[in-house]
């Protein structure tokens, strides 16, 4: 499983913001985007991610800042007082999201695609790939993570050399 927030965390916008320049600097060199972008390319990476559920919250969608966060551990007033504004979930954004969806694999039944198409093609993503190739291939079992991932590791490193 993987999300960009929980109820629990600031959004993504207002961790962004709050993070310290060289942090920054280095995440919108891996993601590939500017000030602007950064929430939607956090989004689109757990879309393309391996994991078998991606959760986006609203706030993260609506690209919504600190003052949108839900909850602070060990507070106990002021929680849970964010509200989904009427009207907020639009149908061009509900268009953005469904059309990474579908770039990303993630729409057809619900499944991971094996060959999600957003998924970059560094070798760490073709391992991560291969892993979960594997654990699929053994009836979605678990117990063998490690044992998956360096067959992975080897096959891929296997077809490098060629």
Same mark, same amino acid.
């Given at each position: 499983?993987?999300? +960009? ?6 959004? +993504?916008?207002? !961790? ?8 920054? $600097? ?13 929430? !939607? ?38 929680? !849970?007082? !964010? ?6 979930? +639009?149908? $061009? ?7 990474? +969806? ?28 291969r892993a979960y190739e594997l654990y699929e291939r053994r009836g979605r079992q678990n117990g063998?993570t490690d044992q998956d991932w360096l067959q992975a590791e080897r096959e891929i490193k296997l077809e490098a050399t060629r």
């Open positions: 499983m993987v999300y +960009t927030g929980t109820h629990d965390n600031d959004t +993504t916008a207002g !961790w962004y913001r709050k993070l310290p320049g060289t942090p920054r $600097k280095a995440l919108e060199k891996k993601l590939g985007a500017n000030n602007r972008e950064i929430v !939607w390319a956090m989004i689109r990476e757990a879309l393309a991610s391996q994991a078998n559920t991606a959760i986006v919250p609203a706030q993260d969608l609506l690209e919504l800042g600190s003052e949108a966060r839900m909850n602070f551990p060990g507070i106990a007033k002021g929680n !849970w007082g !964010w509200r989904l504004k009427d009207g907020a979930l +639009t149908r $061009k954004l509900a268009q953005r999201l469904r059309s990474l +969806t579908i770039e990303c694999g993630r729409l057809k039944t619900g499944e991971l695609s094996s060959a999600a198409r957003c998924q970059k093609d560094d070798p760490m993503s073709r391992i991560a790939k063998q």
